[in-house]
């Protein structure tokens, strides 16, 4: 019994189907199975009497037919007789062989040899498909890039990841001859297919661009809307004027949305238009505003309900080919995806300064916000807000798919006004997160970390910088007194070039030690931490190449960490300990 179950384990194991390709799909609609559907509807791509076999290696006379068939040769080989001085072509696929060596296509493994059983690799097949668009082997800015093709290479080159790379090269740059077309554009040349045809087979594999194209046949005729695939005008519409196209983003939208160009303080008409034919109806018309141009921007769609920003300061609302309501958005003055406006699960949101407008399937609702709340940072599903005022700080972490705040802190506003300072000058020296790294955001508003979709509040004491110990778990901090603001002398024309006085160790029990105060004043403007591991802290003036090292509450100056030389520091060192000793902030004083 033991034998049998045994075997079964070793048949399943040996069952087990390599992945089908590791070649990646650049962010197309239609995925590795509609690729290769769109190809064979192509007469570009065959399969086996088992399929597609996706999963499995390609050999190189494999590699040469199907090359053949991808450019469009099949019928010229098939009918024609071609030279090789190769020796292991089996029959079926001597001319194949034949007829890319002769059209210096591909090269054999040796003079004699061709390595047809041999699989081919990742890199020889970039080299065929370049070799075809360009006439050179350097495939790097036309195929794929190197790291890319290693690491197919690594995994094993299949007859998916060739798929994948030969509807990738669709859109590549075809230059032989001095041409400047897609190799789409090339094919349709050779009758290999049509754009009717490519249009068909491609609409929901390969991304659509939707801009202003010329008549093909007519290069000096007028500039209309139209659809390209690989560069191939698939739809026009020879009707309308010269439009602006609005860019949405993957073709979010269930319609093409355009602006009639401005003229003057008349309003610009508003257009959607049907992703297909391009026929358009007009929706609204974009009042003309001051500060203004007459824009439209697709923020999303949820179900077939599109929402829209547009110059005019409104949210509209279409459905079909009608705006069914229109809400304010004026504040949104200049709308950034995943900055005010943002594509959730199911729903959209629009960050204006009365709140953020909700749209999901039950409508469109306004959640609160703090007046002033800004967006900081984008991590995934979740958003880091800040509203900073003279009073105080609101740091929210929100769900970006619903807008519901999770996390909450308000941070008071301590920055004590320096004598002659207006009182409008707090806000600007508000406490607020000035630095992320993704997982740690930090500044004069505290220290927190983003973990498992949730903002803790590491402390709430101004940081500057920051180092995790992991000899303890404790993060070390350049810090400064409640109330103040510490700057070194701007270099990057910043407003504020936030800097540090003092040291803090934060253990992970969330009690604080100060390591390092300004009292007595040390005259040091810190900006950065050098090291703080293992219990030794380490931290950078903003204007010297020293290290100073803080032991029990005192200073001590070190050359640069590793520096091949520390005696050429000999001297500086010497002269900065002794005026830190004679200010008592020294480890001799």
């Known amino acids: 019994m033991k034998k049998l179950i045994a075997a079964l384990a070793l048949l399943l194991l040996c069952a087990t189907p390599a992945a089908a390709a590791t070649i990646q799909n650049e962010g197309y609609p239609g995925g590795l199975q509609e690729q290769a559907e769109m190809l064979k509807a192509l007469g570009l791509f065959r399969g086996t009497e088992q399929g597609f076999e996706l999963g499995r290696a ?25 030279k090789h001085p190769f020796s292991d072509v089996p029959a ?43 006439g050179d082997d350097s495939y790097a800015y036309n195929i794929a890039q190197p790291e890319e093709v290693a690491a197919c290479d690594k995994a094993g080159f299949t007859r998916g990841d060739a798929a994948l790379l030969s509807a990738r090269t669709l859109s590549a740059y075809y230059t032989k001859n001095g041409n400047t077309m897609s190799m789409a554009q090339f094919l349709i040349g050779k009758g290999v297919f049509t754009a009717e045809g490519l249009k068909g087979a491609a609409w929901d594999v390969l991304p659509r661009v939707y801009g202003l194209a010329q008549d093909p046949d007519d290069p000096y005729g007028d500039w209309r809307p139209a659809c390209r695939i690989a560069d191939v005008v698939v739809a026009r519409n020879d009707a309308l004027p010269a439009l602006d196209i609005a860019y949405d983003e993957g073709n979010a939208c269930n319609n093409v949305y355009a ?27 974009i009042e003309p505003l001051e500060d203004r141009y007459a824009y439209v921007y697709p ?8 929402y829209l920003l547009t110059g005019d300061g409104k949210l509209l609302e279409v459905a079909g080919k009608a705006v069914q309501r229109t809400y304010d958005a004026y504040s949104v003055y200049y709308p950034q995806k995943d900055q005010n406006y943002f594509r959730g699960d199911g729903c959209v949101l629009v960050w204006t300064d009365n709140g953020i407008l909700l749209a999901d399937a039950a409508g ?171 219990g030794e802290v380490r931290a950078l003036n903003w204007n010297w190449v020293l290290e100073y090292a803080v032991e029990g509450g005192k200073i001590r100056v070190l050359p640069p960490s590793g520096t091949w030389d520390p005696g050429q520091y000999r001297d500086a060192i010497a002269s900065e300990q002794k005026r830190l000793d004679a200010l008592g902030a020294g480890v001799g004083g």
């Open 259 to 285: 602006v009639g160009r401005d003229d003057g303080d008349a309003p610009s008409p508003l257009y959607a238009l049907d992703p297909q034919t391009l026929n358009a109806t007009e929706l609204y018309r």
């Open 364 to 534: 469109v609702r306004t959640l609160e916000a703090s007046p002033g709340e800004r967006v900081y940072a984008v991590l995934g599903d979740r958003v880091i807000t800040q509203a900073a005022s003279d009073k105080e700080t609101v740091l929210r972490c929100r769900d970006a798919s619903t807008g519901e705040a999770l996390d909450t802190y308000t941070v008071p506003n301590d920055y004590i006004l320096l004598e002659g300072q207006d009182a409008g000058i707090r806000e600007a020296f508000a406490p607020q997160l000035l630095r992320h790294n993704s997982v740690y955001f930090w500044g004069d508003a505290g220290l927190y970390k983003l973990q498992d979709g949730r903002l803790r509040q590491i402390t709430a004491r101004a940081t500057i910088d920051y180092g995790f110990d992991p000899s303890d778990g404790s993060h070390v901090i350049l810090t400064h007194e409640p109330g103040k603001r510490v700057e070194y002398p701007a270099k990057t024309g910043m407003a504020y070039n936030p800097a540090a006085d003092e040291i803090a160790r934060i253990r992970a029990d969330g009690t604080e030690e100060l390591l390092l105060r300004d009292t007595p004043a040390h005259g040091l403007t810190l900006y950065k931490l050098a090291r703080a591991a293992g």
């Open 58 to 82: 390609m050999t190189r006379d494999e590699a040469a037919a199907m090359l053949v068939r991808y450019l469009g040769a099949e019928g010229t080989v098939l009918a024609g007789d071609w």
């Open 299 to 306: 923020v999303g769609a949820v179900g077939q309900t599109d």
């Open 92 to 134: 079926w696929a001597d001319k194949y062989v034949g007829w890319l060596y002769q059209s210096g296509l591909t090269k054999g493994v040796s003079k004699t040899r061709y390595g047809a059983a041999q699989p081919v690799t990742c890199d020889q097949f970039c080299i065929f498909l370049n070799r075809a668009a360009t």
